[in-house]
């Protein structure tokens, strides 16, 4: 089973501060990606990494930054929290293009308010 | 600019009862479109669609796409209160590379 663990569940962060979000796969995914939900959008994409080191920026990407120093690991970075940033987060990883099962396995989130 | 809308946004019904979902897409260079349900969680895989016309199944949850309207239904007959979650649909175009386009979701809510 595709295992996708985020560092943790809830987090309340002050304004200004610096917010890592980690999350792991244990299923050597080449894709990783970094999503905000919010009630009535649906999932957005803030990055996405296709490999070690390698970024896009999706939808939203402003106000975060990402790194992927190892495959198995992808971070996202909020440099300075804001309140509009008071979200939840869910990570994902799956196998890359191409694959003809290219679904994407999610983490559990992170829930994140920023006061 | 890819687009994904769902309908409802969100539905009551009772045990017992049939729902449809809906999910309808504007894309270029479509590759498929995925379901998934989200509980209280991560969203879970439901189905994976490529071909129009071809009906995927699994126990009491179908689905379908029609890929000359643009759009797909979720099926969910003999509701239960189990199969109350958030149903997102998503749509993975070959132009995007990996990523997936979401639709906002439908919150379905069964009641007993």
């Known amino acids: 089973d595709v295992k996708v663990t985020q560092s943790s569940r809830y987090l309340v962060k002050r304004t200004g501060e610096k917010v890592f979000l980690e999350c792991v796969q244990d299923?050597?995914?080449?894709?990783m990606f970094w999503y905000r939900q919010d009630p009535g959008l649906g999932l957005r994409l803030i990055y996405f990494?296709?490999?070690?080191?390698?970024?896009e920026k999706g939808d939203i990407p402003e106000g975060y930054s990402v790194s992927r120093e190892k495959k198995e690991r992808f971070s996202l970075i909020l440099e300075s929290a804001s309140t509009n940033q008071t979200s939840m987060y869910l990570c994902?990883?799956?196998?890359?293009?191409?694959?003809?099962?290219?679904?994407?396995?999610f983490g559990p989130g992170t829930r994140l308010t920023v006061t | 600019e890819d687009k994904v809308v769902q309908s409802p946004l969100s539905l009551v019904v009772h045990e017992g009862d049939t729902v449809t979902l809906n999910c309808s897409y504007e894309?270029?260079?479509?590759?498929?479109l995925l379901w998934y349900k989200q509980e209280k969680k991560a969203p879970t895989f439901l189905f994976m669609l490529?071909?129009?016309?071809i009906e995927k199944k699994s126990g009491r949850l179908s689905s379908i796409l029609d890929k000359k309207e643009l759009f797909s239904i979720l099926n969910i007959t003999a509701t239960q209160t189990g199969d109350s979650a958030i149903y997102l649909c998503?749509?993975?175009?070959?132009?995007?590379?990996?990523?997936?386009?979401f639709g906002g979701g439908t919150r379905l809510m069964v009641k007993p």
């Open positions: 994902a990883s799956s196998l890359p293009g191409g694959s003809h099962r290219n679904e994407q396995y």
């Open positions: 299923m050597d995914h080449e894709n």
């Open positions: 990494s296709y490999d070690v080191k390698m970024k």
């Open positions: 894309v270029t260079n479509f590759r498929s």
């Open positions: 490529t071909s129009s016309g």
């Open positions: 998503a749509v993975d175009a070959t132009n995007a590379g990996n990523m997936l386009t």
